[in-house]
């Protein structure tokens, strides 16, 4: 299995950016994709972004399109989103998680997950 530990959460004012962070062990980084989701409360689990295991090629929902990066480091075995332009209604529990595939992951199915970490935008 492996084991993710997501970071960077916070209180941040309307149109302001966060860099979340999420720490893998357990197992080989590199070999898994990578994804980004968020819940907000009384609503269903999101997919924002997703990472091949290589690095070189993204996916994102239309929602974040052009707001939102993600990216990795193998060699540190960490993932990162980059959330700029946040707005109240982005408030939610942020998780990361890894799977083989990355279609799994924009189906929001994935072999593990992290905790989550809370993400509050005030206006």
């Known amino acids: 299995q492996v084991q993710l530990v997501e970071s960077g959460g916070g209180l941040v004012q309307a149109g302001g950016s966060l860099r979340l962070s999420c720490a893998a062990s357990g197992r080989i980084f590199s070999s898994y994709a990578m994804g980004w989701f968020r819940q907000a409360p009384g609503k269903e689990r999101e997919f924002l972004a997703a990472?091949?295991?290589?690095?070189?090629?993204?996916r994102y929902a239309d929602s974040v399109k052009g707001r939102f990066t993600i990216s990795r480091d193998n060699t540190s075995n960490m993932g990162y989103l980059q959330m700029n332009s946040m707005r109240p209604e982005h408030t939610a529990v942020y998780y990361c998680?890894?799977?083989?595939?990355?279609?799994?992951?924009?189906?929001?199915?994935?072999?593990?997950w992290g905790q989550g970490t809370q993400v509050t935008v005030s206006s």
């Open positions: 990472i091949i295991r290589g690095g070189g090629s993204t």
């Open positions: 998680a890894v799977d083989q595939s990355l279609h799994n992951l924009a189906c929001i199915s994935a072999a593990s």
